[in-house]
């Protein structure tokens, strides 16, 4: 297993990840919301989707929990949904 790092965009980012991944965190780093996740590179890459959704916002319940951050006045929280897993 590696720990590997995703920069994430605003909104929703597509990312290409290992399959059976483990999100550790996410935190800003150099000012950029940056997902960290333990990954094993024998396995295949799939897609995975990273949401951020704002406080109030509605959340669809397939979705799975990753982090919550802050970015001044504003909290968000990061889900995922993934491809073949």
Same mark, same amino acid.
Do not use: R
């Given at each position: #297993?590696?720990?590997?790092? $995703? @920069?994430?965009?605003? #909104?929703? !980012?597509? %990312?290409? +990840?290992?399959?059976?991944?483990?999100?550790?965190? +996410?935190?800003?780093?150099?000012?950029?919301? !940056?997902?960290?996740?333990? *990954?094993? !590179?024998?396995? @295949?890459?799939?897609?995975? %989707? %990273? $949401?951020?959704?704002? !406080?109030?916002?509605? *959340?669809?319940?397939?979705? +799975? $929990?990753?982090?919550? +951050?802050?970015?001044?006045? $504003? *909290?968000?929280?990061?889900?995922?949904?993934? @491809?073949? @897993?």
């Amino acid at each position: #297993m590696n720990i590997y790092k $995703y @920069e994430l965009g605003s #909104m929703d !980012t597509e %990312i290409q +990840i290992h399959k059976n991944w483990k999100p550790l965190c +996410i935190q800003f780093q150099n000012g950029i919301p !940056t997902l960290w996740a333990k *990954v094993d !590179t024998e396995q @295949e890459k799939i897609k995975a %989707i %990273i $949401y951020q959704i704002g !406080t109030g916002w509605a *959340v669809d319940n397939s979705n +799975i $929990y990753i982090s919550t +951050i802050q970015d001044g006045p $504003y *909290v968000w929280h990061y889900f995922y949904k993934s @491809e073949d @897993e």
